[in-house]
């Protein structure tokens, strides 16, 4: 069974458009997050959730907006899309030790092309 | 400025060496994680390290923490062609939700 999953894994589009990437996990864990790798390979946070309330949202533009339905899914929306939007962007859950998240289990990523 | 720099930051070997990364900061972190990435897929984990000193084993690779939890380093022995990938460190940010990623270390192992 796939521990965490994200659709599309692939997602051309052009500039101006709004597009959504969905994910789902299966671990039971608390905490989810939308990282986003660059094409040097740098993967950043934006957001974070945990058990469906933001609590990491990084200097990301507000043309990204996280929707967590249930803390199993975790969606990200985004508006208004730009060339600089086009890069690797991986759906992760973990689950909390002490207070503190730690160990990613991420999904296969989801490489957005804006042209 | 980075939080986990990591180095080398791309290193080509051949199969049968040795090899040693390091992932250093300035800031005291409660754990470390090690992650390796391989092209089109998520980073999976590889180790967690907690305690200062701490040393881990996974067959031929050997994870460091050091003392004053501020850096740590992987280390494989005999590496193998399987071995090439991304490998990144990470860990919670001391006192924060936040997450950090190294700024990796690409590995190829030629056969």
């Known amino acids: 069974d796939t521990a965490v999953s994200q659709t599309p894994k692939y997602l051309v589009t052009q500039m101006g458009n709004d597009k959504s990437i969905k994910c789902e996990q299966n671990l039971g864990h608390d905490t989810m997050y939308w990282y986003k790798q660059d094409s040097k390979k740098f993967l950043k946070i934006m957001f974070s959730?945990?058990?469906?309330?933001?609590?990491i949202n990084e200097t990301v533009p507000n043309r990204f907006s996280p929707k967590s339905p249930d803390k199993a899914h975790l969606n990200l929306h985004i508006n208004s899309l730009e060339l600089g939007d086009s890069a690797v962007y991986f759906c992760?859950?973990?689950?909390?030790?002490?207070?503190?998240?730690?160990?990613?289990?991420f999904g296969p990523g989801t490489r957005l092309t804006v042209t | 400025t980075q939080l986990l720099e990591q180095s080398p930051q791309f290193l080509s070997i051949q199969e049968g060496e040795n090899l040693t990364v390091y992932c250093n900061s300035s800031?005291?972190?409660?754990?470390l994680q090690w992650y390796r990435q391989e092209p089109g897929e998520g980073p999976v984990l590889l180790v967690t390290v907690v305690t200062g000193g701490e040393v881990k084993k996974l067959k031929r690779l050997t994870f460091q923490f050091g003392d004053a939890r501020k850096d740590s380093s992987l280390h494989i022995t005999a590496a193998q062609p399987g071995d090439t990938g991304l490998y990144l460190c990470a860990g919670p940010y001391s006192g924060t939700y936040k997450y950090i990623f190294g700024t990796g270390t690409r590995l190829k192992v030629l056969a």
């Open positions: 800031s005291v972190f409660s754990s």
């Open positions: 992760a859950s973990s689950p909390r030790e002490a207070g503190w998240s730690y160990e990613q289990y």
């Open positions: 959730y945990n058990n469906k309330e933001l609590i």
